[in-house]
């Protein structure tokens, strides 16, 4: 049985990216023009959000520190953030998830 090339696409991801930010860090160090030209072809869009956690070191700065995570998602405001608000919807008019504002 063959695999689209998009399926074996995010199995190299999967395994480039790892389940620890140790296991990104020591393939990165292993092979670090294979990951230069995966992100240069793009990140999968099923994978981006995780992608992004582990190479900027967010995943680990909120497994090491849980609770500043939770403050400053649940209890901190900007008093930027109704202008952020008001503008997203004009930025992004068709994109569902900003269409019922």
Not at 52 to 70: H, I
Request: aromatic share 10%.
């Amino acid at each position: 049985q063959s695999e689209t090339a998009a399926t074996r696409t995010l199995r190299k991801w999967r395994r480039m990216l790892g389940i620890t930010v140790a296991e990104w860090k020591c393939y990165v160090r292993a092979k670090p023009q294979v990951a230069q030209r995966r992100v240069h072809r793009g990140i999968p869009g099923s994978l981006r959000g995780y992608a992004w956690q582990v190479m900027s070191g967010g995943r680990e700065l909120r497994v090491r520190n849980p609770e500043v995570y939770d403050q400053l998602v649940f209890f901190e405001t900007s008093t930027s953030d109704h202008d952020i608000i008001k503008d997203i919807c004009r930025t992004f008019p068709h994109h569902v998830f900003y269409s019922t504002r």
